[in-house]
């Protein structure tokens, strides 16, 4: 096998790689088992024909053919070795001729990462302090969720809950007939169409209305966006929501967990308080990691972007068929196509290499390891309360690989975090270590 390499360049290089007769042997006595095994060769029992017999019949090109999507490969993998390149992800292969065999290798090699100064990283945390507003504003939406409905003999109000008829026309074509429809006066709600809760504000029951509509030119009805839509509207009920009254009563309403008022605002500042907790950690986390990449400088390979913009497409294609959709089908009510939204996913793409090897690479750095012991011990914890008996040799191997890499990433956020906050930063040579720790 003769190779040679092309200059590294965005971290890639491409191995031009041309085969001898050794190193396509065993591929063609693989074909050879397959196809004698199949057919059969006058004068021979089935099975029996030698190769020699078989190349003749089938030509040898056509023998490698069998093999051909198994031999690039691996071949591919033996020259990557030979070079002693340090790869990511799956080369590109290119077959250039056949006689004799030659193959391009593009191959992805692990970015050139480097980190900055990132133990100057400080990030503060966000309060997590409960205001009464806050609170205030928890118990409003608890009245809105157990309010009742009573019927108002008035014009329609914002918040009212309406019953109607209504028609709607545009170019003397019937778009809408809801009879019995029921309408909730409120302009976050956009059904059937947005701006018509606004337009039944001041309407009558039992008194038929008419008014026009302006459709929005985003409106996801190709046929009606930006155009007029005229509405014949006959109200036949107008509710409004009764709030109850924030009394012992009404805290007591909603479970008997809840002697008192002072009790639902002890445990709705509890729920709060955890609530603004866990979103403090992932805002701080995420920001720390934000800092992070953009402390650090980092080259990808093009194809490993190509390779994971293709990934996230078929990730898509898997919901969409979990959806009980065709990707085409999807492809096309979205006005795109495989390709363009390859392209599209590019950024994200980006985005989401850079944080992983930039993560992976100040796991290095900081010598984070996890032990097996650690691992273990977290198996355990996960079986702990199962019903299921702990997995299998084989299963376990793969947990424990999964489990790996997942504690490895958590204890390396971790160390960011003591990092952005000041906290046990490593002392650097001849620094007074009392001047360097907080």
């Known amino acids: 096998m003769k190779i040679t390499q092309d200059d590294i360049e965005q971290c890639q290089t491409v191995l031009h790689i041309e085969l001898d007769e050794e190193d396509i042997d ?8 397959k196809v004698v095994s199949r057919v059969n060769i006058p004068g021979f029992r089935k099975g029996k024909a030698p190769r020699s017999i078989i190349e003749q019949y089938f030509g040898k090109e056509s023998l490698i053919n069998e093999e051909l999507d198994s031999m690039l490969p691996e071949l591919t993998s033996k020259a990557i070795s030979q070079q002693e390149l340090d790869i990511v992800g799956m080369p590109s292969i290119s077959l250039e001729k056949m006689d004799p065999i030659s193959f391009s290798a593009t191959v992805p090699l692990t970015p050139t990462i480097d980190l900055g100064d990132y133990s100057s990283i400080r990030v503060k945390r966000k309060s997590t302090r409960i205001t009464k507003k806050v609170i205030d504003e928890r118990i409003e939406q ?5 309010a009742a409905w009573e019927p108002a003999d008035r014009k329609i109000q914002t918040g009212d809950m309406v019953s109607a008829n209504i028609v709607g026309v545009h170019n003397n074509d019937e778009v809408i007939n809801e009879p019995d429809g029921v309408y909730l006066v409120s302009e976050e709600i956009e059904r059937p169409f947005p701006g018509f809760a606004n337009k039944l504000i001041g309407l009558e029951s039992d008194t038929p209305s008419t008014f026009e509509l302006d459709i929005p030119k985003d409106f996801n009805d190709e046929k009606l966006a930006g155009n007029t839509i005229s509405f014949n509207v006959t109200v036949k009920d107008i509710k409004e929501r ?16 809840y002697e008192d008022l002072d009790s639902l605002k002890s445990e709705i500042r509890k729920s709060l308080k955890s609530e603004a907790e866990a979103e403090a950690i992932r805002d701080f986390r995420e920001n720390i990691i934000s800092e992070l990449i953009d402390n650090a400088t980092i080259e990808l390979p093009p194809l490993l972007v190509q390779l ?9 294609e898997r919901m969409v068929q979990q959806a009980n959709m065709v990707l085409d089908d999807y492809l096309q009510s979205i006005g795109t196509t495989r390709e363009q939204l390859i392209e599209e996913s590019r950024t994200e793409a980006v985005n989401r290499l850079n944080r992983s090897f930039i993560l992976s690479k100040l796991a290095d750095v ?21 019903e299921e008996n702990l997995p299998n040799a084989s299963q376990t191997i793969e947990m424990k690989d999964y489990l790996e890499r997942s504690m490895k990433m958590e204890k390396t956020i971790e160390r960011l975090e003591q990092i952005a906050e000041g906290k046990n930063i490593p002392v650097k040579d001849g620094e007074d270590k009392d001047e360097t720790s907080s």
């Not at 065993?26 to 088992?33: E, I």
């Open 26 to 33: 065993p591929y063609l006595n693989k074909a050879y088992k």
């Open 142 to 146: 608890l009245r809105t969720s157990v």
């Open 242 to 257: 009764i709030l109850p009254e924030v009394t012992d009563e009404f805290a007591q309403s909603l479970g008997a967990e």
């Open 308 to 316: 994971e913009s293709e990934h996230m497409v078929n990730e898509q």
């Open 366 to 386: 900081e010598e984070v390891e996890i032990s097996n012991e650690e691992i273990e011990t977290r198996i355990e914890e996960l079986f702990a309360d199962s």
